[in-house]
């Protein structure tokens, strides 16, 4: 690992943190959007549920 940030140049790791944060970012939007989207699935068939007779 730390020859490819070596291979970068000097910034290397400022280039690895910035690729870090950018995947957790990414991943923390993708799992509220999961969530988001499992909770108004859920809200929806409570509301079917509801005007069904």
Same mark, same amino acid.
């Given at each position: 690992m730390n020859a490819l940030i070596a291979s970068l @140049?000097?910034?290397g790791?400022?280039?690895a943190a910035a690729?870090?944060?950018t995947g957790l970012? =990414? @991943?923390?939007?993708i799992a509220m959007s999961l969530l988001a989207h499992?909770?108004?699935a859920r809200? =929806?068939?409570a509301l079917?549920?509801?005007?069904?007779?």
């Open positions: @140049g000097p910034h790791g400022y280039i690729f870090g944060a970012i =990414l @991943g923390f939007l499992r909770d108004a809200r =929806l068939a079917e549920a509801r005007r069904k007779p």
